[in-house]
């Protein structure tokens, strides 16, 4: 009886001693395990967001680099007419027998000038008794380029509202430097006349009725 309760042998207090040393070693383990798998999470985490925040940096730089809309500028087209389509021989004997073709013809005028420069039909009448010239252009334009011309007229001439009816036919007229000129702007055409035969508003009227007559 005395054996049990005598004190543990040293051999039985060492091995006693041993198994709490791996108990507390693999609960160390554990722990040391359980801080380790926390890292990649965290650094998992912070991973997958950059891939987003990179996508969304990209789409805004290439919003902020798109190209932008061109800005319209005056054009025009170029016009299928000839001038005796436009004025007729008959047209014109009609208007004055001495008026012709003028053979020696070329744009001398600032509208003429400007309907050439953008594909319109420019042309030339002569006066074969009195050398005097009447000039006439037809210009197919742009919006821009119909604008501009039409605020130009408005702000140097007077409206003639006997060249057509408003809004469909707008007409003006003004006289410098001894030389009369009437505009016509239609829904598709700028249509002018000038010449030094041209006092009034009424002198032109015969050939813008006979021009807008051939574009309808």
Same mark, same amino acid.
């Given at each position: 009886?005395?054996?049990?309760?005598?004190?543990?042998?040293?051999?039985?207090?060492? /091995?006693?001693?041993?198994?709490?040393?791996?108990?507390?070693?693999?609960?160390?383990?554990?722990?040391?395990?359980? *801080?380790?798998?926390?890292?990649?999470?965290?650094?998992?985490?912070?991973?997958?967001?950059?891939?987003? %925040?990179?996508? @969304? @940096?990209?789409?805004?730089? *290439?919003?902020?680099? =798109?190209?932008?809309?061109?800005?319209?500028?005056? =054009? %025009?087209?170029?016009?299928?007419?000839?001038?005796?389509?436009?004025?007729?021989?008959?047209?014109?004997?009609?208007?004055?027998?001495?008026?012709?073709?003028?053979?020696?013809?070329?744009?001398?005028?600032?509208? =003429?000038?400007?309907?050439?420069?953008?594909?319109? /039909?420019?042309?030339?009448?002569?006066?074969?008794?009195?050398?005097?010239?009447?000039?006439?252009?037809?210009?197919?334009?742009?919006?821009?380029?119909?604008?501009?011309?039409?605020?130009?007229?408005?702000?140097?001439?007077?409206?003639?509202?006997?060249? %057509?009816?408003?809004?469909?036919?707008?007409?003006?007229?003004?006289?410098?430097? %001894?030389?009369?000129?009437?505009?016509?702007?239609?829904?598709?055409?700028?249509?002018?006349?000038?010449?030094?035969?041209?006092?009034?508003?009424?002198?032109?009227? =015969?050939?813008?009725?006979?021009? /807008?007559?051939?574009?309808?």
């Amino acid at each position: 009886m005395t054996l049990f309760g005598s004190p543990a042998s040293p051999s039985a207090r060492r /091995l006693r001693a041993g198994a709490f040393l791996c108990v507390g070693a693999l609960s160390l383990i554990g722990l040391s395990g359980c *801080a380790a798998d926390a890292a990649p999470s965290a650094s998992g985490s912070a991973t997958s967001s950059a891939p987003g %925040g990179s996508s @969304s @940096s990209a789409s805004e730089a *290439a919003s902020a680099t =798109a190209t932008p809309t061109p800005t319209p500028t005056p =054009a %025009g087209t170029a016009v299928a007419l000839a001038c005796t389509d436009l004025l007729t021989l008959d047209d014109v004997y009609a208007f004055n027998p001495n008026f012709g073709t003028d053979p020696s013809y070329k744009p001398t005028s600032s509208s =003429a000038k400007t309907a050439a420069s953008f594909q319109g /039909l420019t042309c030339g009448l002569l006066n074969q008794s009195s050398g005097d010239k009447i000039e006439f252009t037809l210009t197919q334009p742009n919006t821009v380029l119909m604008t501009q011309q039409q605020d130009k007229a408005v702000a140097s001439s007077k409206i003639v509202p006997t060249y %057509g009816t408003p809004p469909a036919v707008q007409g003006f007229f003004s006289a410098n430097a %001894g030389i009369g000129e009437a505009q016509v702007f239609t829904d598709k055409y700028w249509l002018t006349f000038s010449s030094s035969d041209f006092a009034e508003p009424g002198d032109a009227e =015969a050939l813008v009725s006979a021009a /807008l007559g051939h574009l309808k």
